[in-house]
């Protein structure tokens, strides 16, 4: 991630509506870097997904999106996706295009320059204070990490919303990533320091209360430790549960991916290394219990088997041209009325792809 000095970021809503002016421009074609193909490197890839299965392209534009997530209703289900640059929870349903789902779900003071960190988004320097994580809990709710404002979300019947987790020991979060809910409701998240400014440069902000960043549950409405990064061998970020619940999977450092057995409390029993020396991000399973992690920069999705197998690597398409453009893999979801549907979250796009095996999505298997 790159990183500017906040001071020099000045937001001028009059500035914008001057120099932001729509610009039509005549159809330009864009130099393929690399072109979209599902690589099988063992046979199983193939029943997961066929090899001339196409890639859907269901939007573009968008700041930096994040936390897929497919949500059922009486016209055939839509898509729930973040986006840290805008600072909302999209919607994104068939025929009907995007929309703002949620307005104002990652951050909600006043005090930008302290808030949200640093990035690259193409040769953009952004902020990104927008949320992060978005899951369902048992009871169909949007639950969601609002990484800025140090909080665990839950959004209401009525749009009101109520704070899932907001501290542990009476210290505040420092960025809550990414999160999943047990059946019997105890929820798991990661708790990461890009919540705060100074991430991007290792810099400790002087409102960060928790000196580390660990993997959380929380039962009974209390927040417990589950690890801490130390023990992690790196920051926790993304965070998913097997089909069967026994395995709890979690991201650490961009670097590895562990794999702890779950007690019947919920909490951590032996961690293994499950996936090591690559980066990974978000991450879903399917119904076998294949688990789909996302490389964020080398535009990846990876298909690993319950045993640890590489089953093949699902590549986006990359474009060599100027401006330039962003597509990156940050997380995915199942989604549709047979859960087949693979949602890739991709910076600036989002994409769909068919899959032939259902995937485990929250509140419906």
């Not at 500017?4 to 500035?15: H, T, W």
């Not at 961690?271 to 119904?287: A, C, H, L, R």
Request: charged fraction near 25%; aromatic fraction near 10%.
């Amino acid at each position: 991630m790159g990183s500017v000095n906040s001071r020099n970021l000045y937001f001028n809503p009059v500035l914008l509506a001057i120099f932001f002016v729509p610009i039509v421009l005549g159809d330009t074609a864009r130099s393929a870097e690399r072109d979209f193909r599902i690589e099988v490197l063992s046979p199983e890839m193939n029943e997961l997904v066929s090899p001339d299965a196409e890639l859907e392209l269901l939007g573009d534009r968008y700041g930096l999106t994040e936390g897929p997530l497919w949500m059922d209703d009486s016209d055939g289900g839509f898509l729930l996706f973040t986006d840290l640059v805008s600072d909302v929870i999209y919607k994104w349903a068939p025929g009907q295009g995007t929309s703002v789902f949620l307005e104002n779900a990652g951050y909600s003071g006043d005090d930008i320059n302290n808030a949200g960190f640093q990035a690259m988004r193409g040769r953009m320097r952004v902020v990104l204070i927008g949320p992060n994580g978005l899951t369902l809990d048992p009871q169909g709710r949007p639950v969601w990490c609002a990484m800025p404002d140090r909080r665990v979300f839950r959004l209401e019947s009525d749009g009101s919303r109520t704070i899932v987790a907001e501290t542990f020991n009476g210290k505040r979060f420092s960025g809550p990533n990414d999160l999943v809910y047990r059946s019997d409701g105890i929820l798991y998240f990661t708790d990461s320091i890009f919540g705060l400014r100074g991430a991007e440069n290792n810099q400790q902000s002087p409102l960060r209360e928790l000196p580390y960043n660990g993997v959380f549950m929380v039962t009974n409405g209390e927040a417990v430790l589950l690890e801490k990064d130390k023990e992690l061998g790196g920051d926790p970020n993304g965070i998913a549960l097997s089909p069967d619940e026994r395995y709890l999977y979690v991201s650490a450092d961009y670097n590895r991916v562990m794999r702890y057995e779950l007690n019947d409390d919920g909490t951590l029993g032996a961690g293994v290394v499950f996936i090591d020396g690559e980066t990974s991000d978000g991450m879903k399973v399917d119904q076998r219990g294949n688990l789909y992690t996302t490389a964020v920069w080398e535009g990846e999705v990876r298909v690993t088997s319950p045993e640890g197998k590489r089953l093949g690597v699902i590549y986006l398409p990359q474009i060599d041209d100027e401006p330039k453009v962003q597509i990156c893999a940050t997380n995915v979801a199942f989604g549709d009325a047979d859960s087949k549907g693979l949602y890739i979250t991709a910076c600036e796009h989002v994409y769909r792809l068919q899959m032939k095996v259902p995937g485990v999505r929250p509140g419906n298997d």
